[in-house]
C-alpha cells in the first residue's frame, strides 16, 4: 500500500502563474482533502472532493479550484499566484467525508510550493 | 468560532527527559480529538485518537489525555527521543464534520 502520494515535492513558479498539484489517495479511500499549510502554522482546510464534487469548502478565494476524478485522484489548481500563496499543500485522503473514527484522515508528504 | 489553542508554542527538553504539551479548544459540537505529528517539511502523521468518552489513549510512548468538560487534552511524551524533535499538531472535529487545526507545538530534544 502506497499510501497518499502528492506530485510534484517542489515547485517554483512566479507571480501571476497558474499551478496544478496532484494527489493520489490511499488505496480504499474515496474522499480528498486539501490544505495550506504556512510556514510555522497549522494546516489551514481548503477544501474536500468527494463522488467528484466539492463538498465542503473553506475561506479561501476562488483562485482555488479543484477536481476529483472517477479514480478518486484528485487536483488542486492555483491561478494568478501570489507571494502569499508560497507554503506546504497538503493532501489528505479518508473513507466518506465525515470526521468519526471511521473517517480518520491520512496525510501526503505535501508538495512546497514558492511563489517569486 | 471553533478555536484550537497550543501550548507552549516551542518546546526545547533534553533526550530522556519527559514533556507535556497542551490543547484548549472551544470546538462545539465535539466529535474526536486527534494529535498528530509532523516532521519538517512532511505531513502529518495521526498518533492519538480520542472521542468523547475516551480520557487517555496511549501510543508506545505518546499519551494523550482528554477532558471533556474543560475542553483541554494534553499529549505526554516519555523517556524523550532525538527522534521526537517534531511538530505535535491537535485537531478537533465537530460532528458536522469540520474539523479545526491548532498551530502545533515545535518540540526540540536536544542530546
Known amino acids: 500500500d502506497a499510501g497518499v502520494t502528492q506530485s510534484p515535492t517542489h515547485l517554483i513558479k512566479t507571480r501571476g502563474q497558474q499551478v496544478t498539484l496532484r494527489c493520489s489517495p490511499k488505496?480504499?479511500?474515496?474522499?480528498v482533502s486539501w490544505y495550506q499549510q504556512a510556514l510555522g502554522q497549522g494546516p489551514q482546510f481548503i477544501f474536500q472532493?468527494?463522488?467528484?464534487?466539492?463538498?465542503q469548502r473553506g475561506n479561501f478565494p476562488d483562485r482555488f479550484s479543484g477536481h476529483q476524478f472517477p479514480n478518486y485522484s484528485s487536483e488542486l489548481n492555483v491561478n494568478a499566484l501570489l507571494l502569499g500563496d508560497s507554503a506546504l499543500y497538503l493532501c489528505a485522503s479518508s473513507y466518506g467525508p465525515g470526521t468519526s473514527l471511521h473517517n480518520e484522515q491520512f496525510f501526503g508528504p505535501g508538495t512546497r510550493l514558492t511563489v517569486l | 468560532k471553533n478555536q484550537v489553542e497550543q501550548s507552549p508554542q516551542s518546546l526545547i527538553i533534553l533526550e530522556g527527559k519527559n514533556c507535556t504539551l497542551q490543547?484548549?479548544?472551544?470546538?462545539?459540537?465535539?466529535?474526536?480529538l486527534r494529535w498528530y505529528k509532523q516532521d519538517t517539511g512532511r505531513g502529518p502523521v495521526s498518533l492519538t485518537i480520542?472521542?468523547?468518552?475516551?480520557n487517555t489513549k496511549s501510543n508506545g510512548r505518546y499519551t494523550a489525555t482528554l477532558d471533556a468538560d474543560t475542553k483541554q487534552s494534553s499529549l505526554h511524551i516519555t523517556a524523550s527521543q532525538l527522534s521526537d524533535s517534531a511538530s505535535y499538531i491537535c485537531v478537533v472535529s465537530a460532528t458536522a464534520g469540520k474539523s479545526t487545526f491548532g498551530d502545533g507545538t515545535t518540540l526540540t530534544v536536544k542530546p
Open positions: 490543547c484548549n479548544y472551544t470546538v462545539s459540537p465535539f466529535s474526536n
Open positions: 488505496s480504499g479511500h474515496d474522499t
Open positions: 480520542m472521542t468523547f468518552s475516551e
Open positions: 472532493y468527494y463522488e467528484e464534487e466539492e463538498r
